[in-house]
């Protein structure tokens, strides 16, 4: 009796990563904006920005929108 083997043919695939959407946030909604709502700012602008950008890099997403409430104070001691 010869025995015989069913051999297929496969492409490499290109791209090894299984989820061809580049954005590193997992569930991307649609027509959304990200928000940071900030309390007081006291003329602490700059290090509320940094803190955003540190946000914005670990999370893999952009702020769009950041909400200033109670004091702001852009130049504070002055």
Do not use: W
């Not at 027509?31 to 893999?60: F, K, P, T």
Request: net charge negative; with cysteine.
């Amino acid at each position: 009796m010869a025995s015989s083997t069913l051999e297929t043919a496969s492409e490499p695939n290109p791209n090894p990563n299984p989820n061809p959407n580049p954005n590193p946030n997992p569930n991307p909604k649609p027509n959304s904006i990200n928000v940071v709502v900030e309390g007081c700012a006291h003329g602490e602008l700059d290090a509320i920005y940094a803190s955003i950008r540190r946000i914005e890099e670990v999370q893999g997403i952009t702020v769009d929108l950041l909400i200033c409430c109670g004091d702001f104070q852009a130049i504070r001691g002055r």
